[in-house]
T-cell receptor
């Protein structure tokens, strides 16, 4: 399995608080992605990165920001968490580009009360 | 935008061949079609990818007709461990912002 870890794996927080999720890879892959998964919606892309400090928005980026200061780390921040952001968040990586095979992390389950 | 449409669920008996079809009417010229498998509480895992005609690997085959508006994932002789959700992904050229996973097909394999 690709070396991808996510932290925390589970988190419960309250509405209005900031939350940061971390994705860490040991594969030196250039591309990193954040997805959310909700019942009835499948996987939806939030943000992605195509290099250090190079990021762009995905399909459902409102309410989220990201940062990538090192190749191995991609952070997803919810500036002020809302109940609608309760979800399972997956990080993924790929080597050559968007259509290359993506390797997914184990996921972070977030509950916003 | 190359949205995808898949059946919500399918049932099969162990040992049968399963075919899951994905519709992607607006697929772009340079798009590839990729299928992923997801077990509960895990991230998706790559199964197979193709551009046209037929692709086969050790776990599945992918059939893509000439017009590329659909694709079919074929799983030969499924087992209970193939029970999972299967996603069809069609990539837009040049930007990941258009990457779309379908809602997936939940395959249930029973004895």
């Amino acid at each position: 399995d690709a070396g991808i870890t996510q932290s925390p794996r589970h988190k419960v927080t309250e509405t209005g608080t900031p939350v940061t999720l971390r994705c860490h890879q040991t594969e030196n892959h250039r591309y990193m992605y954040w997805y959310r998964q909700d019942p009835g919606h499948g996987l939806r892309l939030i943000h992605y990165s195509y290099g250090v400090k190079d990021t762009d928005k995905g399909e459902v980026s409102d309410g989220y920001s990201v940062s990538r200061s090192k190749t191995e780390d991609f952070l997803l921040t919810l500036e002020s968490a809302t109940s609608s952001q309760t979800s399972v968040y997956f990080c993924a990586i790929s080597d050559q580009g968007f259509q290359e095979t993506q390797y997914f992390g184990p996921g972070t389950r977030l509950l916003v009360l | 935008l190359a949205k995808t449409t898949q059946p919500i669920s399918m049932d099969s008996y162990e040992g049968q061949e399963v075919n899951i079809t994905c519709s992607h009417n607006n697929i772009a010229t340079n798009d590839y079609i990729t299928w992923y498998q997801q077990f509960p509480s895990q991230g998706p895992r790559f199964i197979i990818q193709g551009y046209k005609t037929k692709v086969t690997n050790e776990v599945a085959s992918l059939f893509i007709p000439a017009d590329r508006k659909s694709s079919t994932l074929s799983l030969p002789r499924v087992s209970l461990s193939d029970t999972a959700v299967y996603y069809c992904l069609v990539g837009e050229t040049g930007t990941a912002s258009k990457l779309t996973f379908g809602t997936g097909t939940r395959l249930q394999v029973t004895l």
